[in-house]
């Protein structure tokens, strides 16, 4: 039961993961775009914490797909 949900999650993170790409240009370059022309600290943090925050969900994602499919079986 646990492989099961564990592929489920790992499908739910590959789907995310191909949103994050397809929205790369909206989410990550034209932030960071704006954050270097001219230079900002300001806006820099601002694109970096929108990056980190939009790849999060698909690296956890991916991460406890991956522990449940490697954790031993109790059988």
């Known amino acids: 039961m646990m492989r099961i949900i564990s592929l489920i999650v790992l499908v739910i993170a590959a789907i995310a993961l191909v949103t994050f790409f397809m929205a790369a240009g909206s989410v990550v370059f ?3 775009r704006a ?3 001219p230079f900002s600290f300001r806006l820099f943090g601002a694109a970096l914490f929108e990056f980190m925050t939009a790849i999060s969900i ?3 994602l991916g991460m406890l797909g991956m522990i ?3 954790i031993g079986r109790r059988d």
């Open 58 to 60: 698909p690296l956890i």
């Open 35 to 37: 954050a270097f022309n």
């Open 68 to 70: 449940g499919l490697t």
């Open 30 to 32: 034209d932030p960071f």
